[in-house]
């Protein structure tokens, strides 16, 4: 029976708000402040975080994809900041492939990192759109997409190769 110090479930219970307020209520960290804040608009990747607006007495804005400050010039476009996450990534062995550690997802765009202790699918799905798709060939799992009876199983190499490290990341429209 372990015991945690108050600091330590302070900390928990923090996390698990946190990951409420982006599962549950669609809403996203300000990378100013670590204040929540939601889109004006669906579709519009370009969000003010009103407190830092508000404290700062100018318009403080941030990518809703990437939750990096704002750098782009329209409100469609994903900051420049989103892409360098998937270019650049490394690359891991895994699953007896080498895929990069970060890929975008191939519905979303939304860039994430998986655990290769798990299968070769991205376990709860994209954090996101909820889909559900092979690292290592980037295609949607289901029966006509990849599928671990078409070869390779749930551990193993698919029935294509292995897409390569992705150049641009799908322009998601909410």
């Known amino acids: 029976n372990a015991l945690l110090t108050d600091a330590e479930i302070e900390y928990f219970e923090m996390k698990l708000s946190e990951q409420a307020m982006h599962q549950y209520f669609d809403m996203k960290t300000c990378p100013n402040c670590g204040f929540f804040s939601q889109q004006a608009q669906k579709g519009n990747r370009r969000v003010v975080c009103q407190f830092c607006t508000h404290k700062m007495k100018k318009t403080v804005e941030f990518c809703w994809r990437c939750e990096k400050a704002w750098e ?53 799905g994209c954090p996101r759109c909820k889909t559900h798709f092979c690292w290592v060939c980037l295609r949607v799992k289901g029966p006509s997409g990849c599928n671990p009876s078409n070869g390779g199983g749930w551990w193993g190499v698919c029935d294509v190769p292995v897409a390569p490290k992705q150049t641009s990341l799908v322009e998601w429209t909410d």
């Open 72 to 124: 782009g010039t329209d409100h469609t476009k994903c900051s420049p900041t989103c892409l360098p996450l998937v270019v650049e990534s490394e690359m891991m062995k895994a699953w007896t492939v080498t895929v990069p550690k970060i890929r975008g997802c191939p519905k979303c765009g939304l860039p994430s990192a998986i655990e290769t202790k798990h299968c070769k699918y991205t376990e709860f």
